[in-house]
Each structure stands twice: as C-alpha cells, then as structure tokens.
C-alpha cells in the first residue's frame, strides 16, 4: 500500500511539472495567424451566448466590424502576451467593465515558488496615481520614500505616458465614464505591467523632481530575515509566563481575531478594510471609510456603528466610498437598511442568457477538475434551484434575487445628514449602493462621478473561459445587476453635487480635498 501510495505521489509530481512546462511553452511560443483568428471566434461566440447586455453600449454591427477586423489585423504568428495587446482594447469596446481580458504570466514549480517567497520586488512596494495628467508615486510599502512625491518619467526606456495610454485601452468603465481610467491606471498600474511585460527580477525607473532627472533600479532582493542570536551572546530566556497571564494572552489573541474578522482586516496592506471614527472632539460628525464589501463579519461592525451613532445623536455622517471597487450584494443591502427610513427594493430580477446561470457559471474550462466532479454530482439540485428562481417575461430570461424582495429599514436606521464621497475607483457594488441615496436625495454627493453605472452593471457570477491556443482568459458577467432607478442619459455614473478633483499638490501636502470640503459646508451651515 506504501509502495502504490508513493508511485502515486511521484506520478503526480511529474504530471504537475509537465503540465508546468507545457503552459510555459505554449504561452511563448509564436501562435499561428489561423488559430489567434480561431480564439478571436471563439471569445466572440461566448460573449454573445453568455452576456446579457452586449450590445447595450456598443451597437452589434458595430461589435462585428471590430472583432473581424481584429481578425484580419492578425497577419504574423504572435507569442500570447502580444496577443493579449490586440485583443483586450476590443474587448474594452463593449463597455461593460467586469469583462475583463487577463494575460499570461510564467507558472513556477513548488521549489522555485519557495525560492521566490524569499524574496520581493521593490517595484511592488510602491503605490501609483495618476493625478494632473501624470503618473506619480504617492507611497510606499517599503523603507525607501525617496522617490515619494515624484513624477515618473520613463520606466526601461517607455515614457510613462505611452504606458499610460496602452494601459487605458486594455480596460473599460460601465458605459461612456470617464473617471475610472484615471484612477484605475493609477492604482493598478504595476498589475498592468507585470501583465504587460510578465515576470522581471530588475527595471530602471526614470524620475522627474522638478527640472531634473534621476533614475533609481528596482530589484528582486531577499526579504527581511529575523535576526539570529550572536552566539557569543548568551541568549535571553524568556520567563515562564503565570497561568493567568497565559490565560490573558489567549483572550487578547480572541479579542484581537474577533476585531480583525469585523472590520476585514487586509494582511498584506495591515489596514482595515472597514473604519468607523469621529472627527473632532465630540461626535457630531462621524467618518466610515469602507475601502471594499468583500471580507469579514460586516453584519456586527454595522450594529455596534449604528448603534453607536444613535445612542450619541450624531448628527452628521460621512459615508466614504473612494477606491472601493465593490463586492457582496448582501453587504450593501444590509448597509442600506441602515441609511434609509424607507422601505426599499435593492435590486430589480436580474436579466440573464440561461435558465441554468450558476450551473454554467461551475462548468467553465477553468473550473478545477473536483469543482466539476462536485457540480456534476451536486447538479439535480442546483439544475433545480436554477430553474426554480428563473422565469420567462416578454422572451427574455430573469433571475430572482433575495434582494428583489421589498425590505424594511432598519430600527436604528441613522436619521442625520449624510456625505458620501466618491471617485472613478468607486464601482460595482459602491455604485449600487450610491445609486440608491442619489435617486432618494438622500446624500450630499461629493467627489468624482462613478465609474460604475448609475443604470447598473453586469455582475453578480462569472463564467471564466480560457482561449485554447493563446490561453488567454475572459472573466463574463452573467447577470444583469440594477437598482429599480434609471436615469437619462444612460451609460454614467453616479454625478456628484459637488465635484472635485484632488491634485498631486493636495497629495504632497497630505491635504484632503473632499473631506475638507464637507468639514467646512458642517462648520459654516451648523
């Protein structure tokens, strides 16, 4: 048994490895101009099955002029990462901004990940925005804040504003906004790179401070070790801790985990993803800075926030949705029962291509072998459960979310003023959630409009296909998510009644535009 166990381990060992380097030869070698055409079909033909808003942005004669003459701009064999260049900023076309087009990158085997653990990449320290029509490092995760404040002018020779514009073009915003490109670019610029140009263990960024020039090289370097004992030192024993204080220990630990799972603490950035403070020296004005609806027990942070805000009879709140891409339904539907004194419908039925949207959601070509084997054995129920919430209406095909329902506000529902600030990062989810207090009245919106869509977006589930020569993937929503408001012209974001737009000198001054803003318009209307 011992013997086939281990055949079994070193069968699998090999597989894993010629699996490895099959992908890695696949996604640099030099694709044939049939079968890059063969993928361009293929990527069309799931977005017209799957997709249920297509051709709401861009017309379909439109669509099909840009995919053929995609095909017939493909003349010479390309490798897939130039392929991924020419095909996602006609993806972008469509306008719908949860398709996205990933690139390819190298895959490693267990002892070059271990190898790679050990190490970073100071490039990855560094935070970007792009603010007055240049891009600029405003942070750092490292120790070196030299190069904080300053513009970047060529990264390997590339002008950062040719990277720029490449970059802008491989990704869309819901409809015809503006706002999200320019922080999007910014936030995300060195994933944009690494997708552009895969994995490097070195790169010369040039800067610009002021009138001069300076060029600093970013390197693969060793992390930060824990110090050894120097052995000519004797070492320091710890004292052997009391039952009590052990005791102590483990309830700070408890308390400490209870804390991180309620407000979604972000291990690699060690920041929460939800906080609730007040500003000044009393509580009139209270802050809650919400940087995404993904993790963590959000059900308690908003009882004990709520709760708190009632008992002290704050009288204003300021809701900040900056940079906060979105997440679970479910979150911003128990948020919203906080903030109106009204009962409400989150979401209309949601507009799909399938009676089945969850099970083919599962049965993608990158859905791993046991989640298949699972579906598959678990399919007369979800089959069911599919065909129970879905319905036919006037030949198209909606699914019934629990947020379709009419809801009651919450008990404790805050009844102050209420800001809300946004910018183009603010989407998905965070624009739902907007679009609900723009179209009650219900906030003081300040900022940047949303790159999400007032009207809704294509959301909810995806369905995840990989190309089969270029091996490029396609992420699909598979549902139509919208708020039971519309506005006219369709195709933007929530616009803000107050908009401003924060500038480089803002950040080099640790200033904050908006919030300043809404301080003053408290201080001068109390």
């Not at 993928?39 to 997709?51: A, E, R, S």
């Not at 002029?65 to 017939?72: A, R, V």
């Not at 308690?300 to 300021?318: A, G, N, Q, R």
């Amino acid at each position: 048994m011992k013997k086939q166990f281990l055949f079994l381990v070193v069968l699998m060992f090999f597989v894993s490895c010629g699996n490895i380097k099959k992908h890695n030869e696949q996604i640099t070698k030099l694709h044939t101009v049939e079968s890059l055409r063969s993928d361009v079909d293929k990527v069309y033909n799931q977005l017209k099955k799957h997709h249920p808003k297509l051709y709401e942005y861009t017309s379909k004669e439109i669509l099909d002029f840009k995919f053929d003459s995609l095909k017939k701009a493909i003349t010479i064999a390309i490798p897939s990462r130039e392929f991924y260049k020419k095909l996602a900023p006609v993806v972008a076309q469509i306008k719908q901004g949860h398709i996205s087009v990933g690139s390819v990158s190298k895959r490693f085997t267990k002892k070059e990940k271990k190898a790679l653990m050990k190490r970073k990449f100071e490039f990855y320290d560094l935070e970007f925005e792009y603010l007055d029509n240049k891009l600029w490092v405003v942070g750092t995760k490292g120790n070196d804040s030299t190069v904080i404040g300053n513009e970047v002018f060529k990264i390997e020779g590339d002008t950062a504003t040719n990277l720029v514009q490449l970059y802008k073009s491989l990704f869309s915003s819901d409809g015809y906004n503006q706002t999200l490109y320019n922080r999007a670019v910014g936030n995300h610029f060195s994933t944009y790179y690494y997708k552009d140009k895969g994995f490097l263990d070195s790169l010369d960024i040039e800067f610009k401070q002021k009138d001069s020039l300076f060029t600093k090289t970013f390197r693969r370097i060793l992390k930060a070790e824990k110090s050894k004992n120097n052995d000519s030192i004797a070492p320091i024993i710890p004292l052997k801790m009391s039952k009590e204080e052990k005791r102590q220990n483990r309830l700070a630990a408890k308390k400490k985990r209870k804390e991180n799972r309620k407000r979604g603490f972000i291990e690699a950035k060690k920041e929460y993803t939800r906080n609730f403070d007040f500003i000044g020296k009393d509580s009139v004005v209270a802050y809650m800075k919400m940087r995404s609806f993904t993790n963590g027990n959000y059900k308690k942070f908003y009882k004990e926030s709520f709760k708190k805000l009632d008992s002290l009879k704050t009288e204003h709140l300021i809701l900040d949705l900056r940079d906060n891409g979105g997440g679970r339904i479910a979150e911003i539907d128990y948020l919203y029962s906080f903030l109106t004194n009204k009962n409400y419908k989150l979401v209309e039925e949601s507009e799909v291509n399938s009676r089945l949207p969850y099970f083919k959601s599962l049965m993608s070509n990158t859905t791993p072998f046991i989640v298949k084997a699972s579906t598959v054995v678990l399919s007369p129920f979800i089959i069911a459960q599919n065909l129970m919430k879905t319905n036919k209406s006037d030949g198209k095909i909606y699914y019934k979310f629990r947020f379709s329902k009419e809801k009651e506000p919450k008990e404790l529902n805050y009844k102050g003023l209420l800001y809300v600030i946004t910018n183009g990062n603010s989407f998905s989810a965070s624009s739902l959630l907007s679009t609900h207090l723009k179209a009650n009245k219900r906030a003081v919106f300040v900022g940047e409009e949303t790159g999400g869509a007032y009207n809704g977006c294509v959301a909810g589930i995806y369905k995840i296909y990989e190309m089969p020569n270029s091996k490029l993937n396609i992420r699909i929503g598979l549902m139509q998510i919208e708020a039971p408001y519309k506005q006219i012209p369709n195709g933007y974001g929530i616009i803000p009644d107050v908009a401003i737009v924060p500038t480089i000198e803002d950040r080099k001054q640790h200033k904050d535009p908006e919030l300043d803003w809404i301080l003053n318009d408290i201080k001068t209307n109390k």
